[in-house]
């Protein structure tokens, strides 16, 4: 299998959709909380199924939240928080129109470290310091942004042959792994709690 593909266990349009397009990657990225990654990640898909178009950055950040809203509500929800998932795509989107150019790609293609690459991502709003870190992972793992000192900027979610998030699955076997890790990190956690 070439490391360089996004191979999720999604439909395989919407696995395409992601390859082809830096901002439904993101937007997947943005979806990926409270939800499986696999739902997450198969959502830009179904946006772009339900505009009848594929969206620019440009038209989610003018979009009318309302009507946004809606289409993020539909039966199946494109989450499980439509209302507030879709307020949290549009505030993105308003980021990358302001700083760059309406386009998802310059986010990442004009980072000339993994410091830098953090640094950006941790500026989307809803990009805590986990969510941003996967994502400098799954950048540098799957689709070959890689500036200096990326796996460091990416923590624990950087190493080789880590199966800690979805910029670790590449086939059936890795998936498993990943979710079996989830579910640790989980029970670690509600162990601490308790």
Known sequence: MGSMTLTL???AEANKLLRRSPLALLIGMVLDQQI????AFSSPYELVRRLGHEP??????DFDLDALTVIFATPPALHRFPKAMA??????????V????????KLWSGADSGKELFRRMTELPGFGKQKSQIFVALLGKRFGV?????????GEYG???????VADIVDN?????VREHKQQMKAAAKAKKG
Request: charged share 35%; hydrophobic share 35%.
């Open 146 to 154: 890689t500036p200096k000192g990326w796996r460091a900027a990416a």
């Open 9 to 11: 266990p999604i439909d």
């Open 159 to 165: 190493g080789e042959g880590v199966h800690r998030s």
């Open 87 to 96: 307020a949290r795509v549009q505030e993105v989107c308003q980021v990358l």
């Open 98 to 105: 302001e700083k760059y150019d309406g386009d998802a790609e």
């Open 56 to 61: 620019t950055a440009q038209e989610l950040a």
């Open 36 to 39: 499986t990654f696999e739902k």
């Open 173 to 177: 076997d890795s998936l498993v792994k």
